[in-house]
């Protein structure tokens, strides 16, 4: 069983629902999204578009081609012919039990139905579900679209064929199912994070640290051990040569001192209620919350790459299972150009003749390359240290009239590629007929800027470059490879 769907439905557009959206579409996922607020296309479009920088720099292979999104005006509506229906409403049980029995009288009855759920129990969720067998709580963690864990818990009514069959659909997403044994309120993830937090609420209220304080002590240490080895194999290594049997005998006593708040929580009146808002406000330093997820998801970025390259390019942790999603991807699209961008032609770029103009076909060809070099790992780092790819020649041809509203997507093909030298086929394509807009011909040579000459790039870009010039070299030559203006037809 693969897991493959070709539609997904996302009942519910806040924050995790639209990561969600946001996962399934750059999986090449068709959603459809249901949410009565008036916010949720905004709040769906800037995830989605976060997701959109981040991802292709993520994984070292071409992302699938898009799936396309749509805004349903009801449940119904948005559940036909989905093969997995995500719940992500408010965590109010009878605000789930209403729209889960809504999903379950509506959906395919082979569809999956996922929930969202941080907390409640999947066998309180089922009642009134006329077939609640199918149902199967999956806890994604913020950012879904980036973080690869979903928690599945299944309850009472749940069969082992839905659960077997979400685990696959998941594991299709690039995602990490771990199955629960046993249903419990809070599941594994958040329980080991509401102990922490609850002493770091006492920290804060009895005047110990600062919201930055704490998190500075967190970031600084033990979070970038758990990044890569998690809790249990962080402890063993402590234990030395010896390990974890020796490290229980030295630490475990210290169990029973009595230094721990874990079983109180302090009171949340409005005077630690400000106190936690004022702290956090001074923290962010006036960045908004978009700006805040972006430098959280370069963060991630870079650390599940670092993995990634770790252990002779099996990658460790995180970096293993990019390693593993990698694979599968270049097994699935070897032969295909990589598609990079999406959008939709917005008003200022259109001319006096209704159609797109000139300039803005070269602006989305740079934004193509852009995109490219960003998932070789031409990356901020790597241009501050005075190196990158300078675009040295370029031939469009304008083949088609984009028009308002039009979506389109690209496409390019690695034509050659050596230490220096990366040539280029980009296309812009109607994402709804397939038709070709544009094409751009480009020759690119990596630079040190402070040398000002063309160097070799750096060996893990170099083969990176040239594993997708490989995969490339059995494609067909475009027809236009080759032009110049004013070159006739044929």
């Known amino acids: 069983m693969n897991g493959t769907i070709a539609k997904a439905a996302c009942i519910g557009g806040g924050v995790i629902g639209a990561g969600w959206v946001a996962r399934l579409i750059l999986h090449g996922v068709d959603v459809d999204v249901h949410d009565p607020s008036p916010d949720a296309e905004r709040v769906v479009a800037e995830v989605l578009a976060n997701a959109r920088r981040s991802m292709p720099r993520l994984l070292d292979a071409s992302l699938p081609v898009p799936g396309r999104l749509r805004f349903a005006a009801s449940i119904a509506d948005a559940v036909a012919g989905a093969g997995l229906v995500q719940e992500s409403v408010p965590e109010r049980l009878e605000l789930k039990r209403a729209v889960l029995t809504a999903i379950d009288a509506a959906a395919p009855v082979d569809a999956i139905i996922g929930s969202s759920t941080s907390g409640l129990l999947p066998s309180d969720l089922q009642q009134g579900m006329a077939h609640p067998e199918r149902l199967v709580v999956a806890h994604p963690y913020n950012p879904v679209y980036l973080l690869p864990l979903v928690e599945l818990v299944g309850g009472q009514a749940t069969t082992p064929d839905s659960l077997t069959r979400a685990q696959a659909i998941y594991t299709a997403l690039g995602m990490k199912p771990v199955t629960i044994r046993r249903e419990i309120e809070a599941f594994v993830g958040d329980r080991l994070l509401e102990a922490l937090w609850r002493e770091a609420l006492w920290l804060v209220h009895d005047g110990i640290a600062s919201v930055t304080e704490i998190?500075?002590?967190?970031?600084?240490?033990?979070?970038?051990r758990w990044a890569q080895m998690g809790l249990f194999q962080t402890y063993r290594i402590a234990g030395g040569e010896a390990g974890m049997r020796h490290f229980l005998h030295q630490f475990g006593p210290a169990l029973k001192w009595p230094w721990t708040r874990l079983m109180d929580v302090p009171d949340l009146d409005e005077a630690l209620v400000a106190r936690i808002a004022d702290q956090s406000d001074e923290q962010a330093a006036g960045l908004s919350v978009r700006e805040l997820e972006r430098i959280r998801d370069d963060n991630l970025v870079a650390i599940m790459r670092a993995l990634a390259a770790q252990q002779g390019g099996r990658g460790w942790g995180a970096?293993?299972?990019?390693?593993?999603?990698?694979?599968?991807?270049?097994?699935?699209?070897?032969?295909?150009p990589l598609r990079l961008l999406s959008g939709t032609v917005p008003t200022e770029w259109i001319d006096y003749n209704g159609h797109m103009t000139e300039h803005?076909?070269?602006?989305?060809?740079g934004n193509t390359t852009d995109a490219l070099l960003a998932q070789i790992g031409v990356d901020a780092g790597y241009v501050?240290?005075?190196?990158?790819?300078?675009?040295v020649e370029t031939h469009?041809?304008?083949?088609?009239?984009?028009?308002?509203?039009?979506?389109?997507d690209t496409t390019t093909q690695i034509l050659h590629a050596d230490d220096k030298r990366l040539h280029v086929f980009h296309q812009i394509r109607n994402s709804d007929t397939g038709a070709i807009l544009a094409s751009a011909?480009?020759?690119?040579?990596?630079?040190?800027?402070?040398?000002?000459?063309?160097?070799?790039?750096?060996?893990?870009?170099i083969a990176r470059v040239a594993a997708l010039a490989?995969?490339?070299?059995?494609?067909?030559?475009?027809?236009?490879?080759?032009r110049h203006v004013g070159q006739r037809p044929g």
Request: glycine share 6%; aromatic share 8%; no cysteine.
């Open 396 to 408: 469009i041809m304008h083949l088609g009239e984009a028009r308002q509203g039009a979506p389109y």
């Open 470 to 482: 490989q995969a490339h070299a059995h494609m067909p030559r475009p027809p236009a490879m080759g």
């Open 441 to 461: 011909e480009q020759m690119l040579l990596h630079v040190d800027a402070r040398a000002q000459k063309a160097v070799a790039a750096a060996p893990d870009l």
């Open 360 to 365: 803005r076909y070269l602006e989305v060809f």
């Open 215 to 224: 998190d500075d002590v967190i970031r600084y240490s033990f979070g970038l």
């Open 384 to 391: 501050a240290s005075g190196r990158s790819y300078y675009t």
């Open 319 to 336: 970096g293993e299972l990019l390693r593993q999603q990698e694979a599968a991807m270049r097994s699935d699209t070897q032969a295909e």
